[in-house]
């Protein structure tokens, strides 16, 4: 299990200051086998609010780099809002808010020093339906993210836009037609083409939030093979309602149940020999 | 008595019907009448002559002209304006209370007649502000005019673009401004157009604010600038219609022939716009 | 879990994340869509000044008693009369006349739209009757003077060139479609079940909708109905060709009138010269309009809410 890690800077939020809070990490209390791994991104009790109503209660968790954490758990317990929060797009909903810190890389990033556009560039997501730009074509879309914030360079477009296809899996099948619209694609191509566009801005995480729920199992497993891979270069952290596609892709499992975290730990162990209860019922089928 | 209440059903649905195509069938008496009095006065020297005190020799070329400056010029203030205006409450500002006042004074101001501009044209642009009777006035009369119209129009295209496109901009790292632009807008752009459409048949056919900001009844000369005083359309096939003597009855009905053909070649373009870029969009 | 040996794409120091990823230009576009917004107030802030400068000066030089209490209007005689009444008359005269042929017609097609319309024809018809709207009022001004009166002269005896009834009528014929559309949707708001409820009970159809849906959209059908009410007291160029330009205090659709626009048309198309009584004549004609107008819209905009708050 996880340990908690204590937060030794000041207030989760500084009043625009322009001072980053730096989180530091007792030594003694991280285990071994993650003695060379570092924490991408984490989370320390993270609370969050859709007006009135909280959805997240005091979630601390981290994700190591290059790692694969699925998170789990029944509807309405908060896992999409949680890692909506990573990249805050939480609160771009009116009357949204959050209490608490969110780190990359040690780096405090939730507080108004902090520009959430930048923090996105380098935190990537992918949703659960799939939304290429309607009004672009595959190459289009797969370079819109550079382009929406004007960093690409002439000439280089191809060569990038490749580049992200092929990380993507969709080179093969989509490289003589770059020209046409991003939705004469299906919906496991569609998707794939997202995760390129996503690609495309060389983030450093890549969230994703149920990305299979609305593809058929072939363009499921696809997808799944292309977690696989994307594990070796990006840190990844995938929400999804399929237990058994968390236990197929995922290094570290989270379960949040009504907006806490129950319970984490390597994928392995949480799904054989759980430690909570509430977890057992949940893998076991008895809810959810 | 199922049988009695169903027949009396029957004639009631007749009823509506009838009442629904009433309006229509006037609306084709009116083509016709129009048709009828004024198509044969159409030729090309009616459409290239200018206004005279003999029917027969009078013609529309300045109030054409005149109603063609207007439109463009207003059009230039109008839907940048009221782009931006909609582009602003359905982006930036949706909760704030200024945004809740740009909403309800735009609702207000769709319900002013349109006359009452006029009489702001008259005090502000005519006489404040010193423009007189000019091209300029009434252009920025008519501008404020459609002005809610292009902002209704341009929201609800915003509105039909799905928030998860915004999203997907707004998670690859683009500021509001970025995925407005690039994204939001291209896949409103249809309605956006013909909102725009919209408004400008809205400012061809207009005519009493234009009499009040002084547009002239009788035009010898052709609108040379802004400053220019003028007359459109409407105006002459007004002035037309004052006179008592039929041959300028005529010539009213000729004129109309040529706004109505005008604003519908305007809208058929629109439409057909339209169809082809959401056509070009659904792949 | 194996041995993280490779680098993540790219390295963390070549990103900052502090400072702001908005560029000034953004930042200075965002204050100007503000203000674009801002105009729409500024709209009316003129509208609002501009009567009220022109109306307070014309009630420096003409008691507010003789405005409201005197009942001639004959601003531009060697002895003017200002009384209002007259010009009001005119107005609602020909609105009411107006409203006589909308309100049938209007809601008659609106209850075929929602209740008895098949689909195809829906789509159809609903645009067909937004033409109308759409058709620049002097054309309806011609058609009135032109057709309409010529017409009704054979039905109706002693009914004079320029009369109420003719402009009445076609400005109820161009004003329907509003009508139509805005009872339409309010019918359509109804919901299915209060239908469902009522037919089971074995009612027909026409009892159910006049004894259940057409209570049910009462308010959004008032809101129509007086939304409509404005349109048609704004209108100027029908009853400007058609209508007349002599100011009379009458209910009789039979002769000239004058309504509140036709005279600032009348006035505007003559020389005025500003600072003088006949030119604020203009404007306070302009604010009772205006003030008309308003008052109708926000009470159509109550009953709006209300009916959507209630379904």
Known sequence: MMPAQELAAGPARSAGRPVVPRLEVEPALVSPDQATCQVKIAAHRLSAWFGAQQVLRGVSLDMPRCQVTAIIGPSGCGKSTFIRCLNRMHELTPGARTEGVIALDDQVVNTRAVDPVLLRRRVGMVFQKPNPFPSMSIRENVLAGLRLTGSLRRGAGDELAERALRQAALWDEVKDRLDEPGLGLSGGQQQRLCIARALAVEPEVLLMDEPCSALDPIATARIEDLIHELRLRYTLVIVTHNMQQAARVSDRTAFFLLGELVELGPTERLFTSPSDPRTEDYITGKFG | MKRRGRASERLFQGLCLAAALVPLVVLALLVGKLLVDGLGRLDWAFLTSFPSRKADEAGILPAVVGSLWLVGLSALFALPLGLGAAIYLEEYGRRGRLADLIEVNIANLAGVPSIIYGLLGLGLFVRALGLGRSLLAGALTMALLVLPVVVLSAREALRTVPATLREGAYALGSTRWQAIYRVVLPQALPGVLTGAILAISRAMGETAPLIVVGALTYVSFLPDGPGSAFTVLPIQIFNWVSRPQPEFLVNAAAGIVVLLVTLLALNGVAIALRNRMEKRRAG | ?311
Not at chain 3, 88 to 114: C, E, N, Q
Not at chain 3, 278 to 295: H, I, N
């Open chain 3, 1 to 311: 879990m194996s041995a993280r040996t490779r680098k993540p794409a790219l390295a963390s120091p070549g990103r900052p994340l502090r400072g702001r990823a908005t560029p000034l230009g953004e930042r200075l576009l965002e204050r100007g869509l503000l203000g674009s917004g801002l105009l729409s107030v500024a709209i009316t802030a003129g509208i609002l000044s501009v009567l009220a400068v022109e109306t307070i000066a014309f009630f420096r030089e003409v008691p507010l008693a003789a405005f409201l209490f005197d009942t001639q209007w004959t601003p531009l005689f060697s002895e003017p009369h200002y009384g209002i009444w007259p010009l009001v008359a005119g107005t609602l005269l020909t609105s009411l006349i107006a409203m006589a042929v909308a309100l049938p017609f209007g809601l008659l097609a609106a209850i075929y739209l929602s209740e008895f319309a098949p689909v195809r024809v829906r789509r159809t018809l609903k645009p067909a009757l937004e033409l109308l709207a759409g058709v620049p009022t002097i054309v309806y001004g011609y058609f009135a003077l032109v057709f309409v009166t010529p017409l009704l002269q054979g039905i109706v005896p002693d009914l004079a060139g320029f009369n109420a009834l003719g402009p009445g009528i076609v400005m109820g014929i161009m004003i329907t479609p509003l009508i139509c559309s805005l009872s339409e949707d309010a019918l359509h708001a109804v919901p299915v079940g209060l239908r469902e409820g009522a037919f089971a009970l074995g009612s027909g159809r026409v009892p159910v909708i006049f004894r259940v849906v057409v209570p049910a959209a009462f308010s959004g059908i008032a809101a129509a109905v007086i939304l409509a009410v404005s349109r048609a007291v704004g209108e100027t160029m029908i009853v400007a060709i058609a209508a007349g330009q002599q100011p009379r205090l009458t209910f009789d659709p039979r002769v000239p009138v004058e309504t509140m626009t036709a005279f600032i048309v009348q006035v505007s198309q003559g020389d005025v010269s500003t600072g003088t009584t006949e030119y604020r004549t203009l404007f306070v004609v302009g604010a009772a309009l205006f003030l008309m107008t308003l008052g109708m819209n926000l009470v159509s905009q109550r009953l709006a809410r209300r009916f959507r708050r209630h379904t």
